[in-house]
């Protein structure tokens, strides 16, 4: 099944889009992929499952990629749309990457001849990114990432994403890549209740009714831990890389030299030449209300 969206988007607006996610973390980076495959904006090339350590299972890639091809299926796109085998594990120093048929997909994509931009999202770790790198270089100059990621400037604090693979941050942070990162306090306010999901996001399809009830199930479990959220909210904190795509927020972000992180993840400023796009406001009004407005779109009644 090809969609059909409802309006069209001038050829020379489109971009290409690779998405590398650690989907079965949690709840939410199911619904930034949902949304970025309903943008027409966006010519989705492939999507790479990546891990998320081994806090919770010894096989975190391979259940995101598992589940990667679960929306897929949903959405009638299996035959549309590649998914990729992202690294099994963080790299172990700086100079040895962690080789996988998504790094090596990267490196096809960025090398390929096609003139439209090509972006990268994380919104997880950013292992395949540095793998790739490392292993050729010279796609540097032909990909943006965006990377849903890293603690609060100047300082910086522990951070998920960035807690999965401090190695590959420092590949990617000193290297040529041109980078935009939506730091932790800015990718915490796309704020949303479970009922806002059920009346918004559940009537609408068979994908729409599975993206509200994995959160909702996800939630009931992780509320056991007193640590977690209020019980009846979520962060879609992985939908900010999509909005930044389809709008840039100009006055949203400043050039900032990028820090090096250190092994508990605060921030050594000392590079001054290499900068990178570090977003201090993405718009959560936008974010969500497009991703509520395409699902309808799509497969309301």
Known sequence: MILQHTFNIPEEKKIR???????????????AIVHAILTPLFNVRGIIGAHFGEHRTKHSMLES?????RLLDLMNLTNEICAFKGAEKAMPNEQSPVSSEG?????????????????????????????????????????????VGCGIWPEGNMEYNLSNDIHAANVVLESEIPLWIIPQDVYVNPRVSISELAVKVKPHGDIGNYLYQQLVDFNLMMNKRT??????????????????????????????????????????????????????YVDPRFTLEDMFAKLKLHYGA
């Open 227 to 280: 640590d977690w959220t209020n019980g009846e909210s979520w962060s879609m904190g992985d939908s900010t890389a999509v909005s930044v795509l389809m709008d840039s927020h100009m006055f949203g972000y400043e050039m900032k030299p990028a820090p090096r992180i250190t092994d508990d993840m605060r921030f050594l400023h000392y590079q001054n030449e290499r900068m990178v796009r570090w977003y201090h």
């Open 103 to 147: 790094s090596e997909f990267i490196i096809r994509e960025a090398l390929t001849d096609d003139p439209t931009p090509l972006y990268i999202i994380f919104l997880g770790p950013i292992t395949d990114l540095a793998a790739a790198y490392l292993k050729e270089p010279a796609i540097a100059g032909r990909l943006t990432a965006v990377w």
């Open 17 to 31: 889009l690779i998405i590398n996610s650690d989907t079965k973390n949690e709840a939410d980076d199911q619904y």
């Open 65 to 69: 990629y598992e589940e990667i091809k």
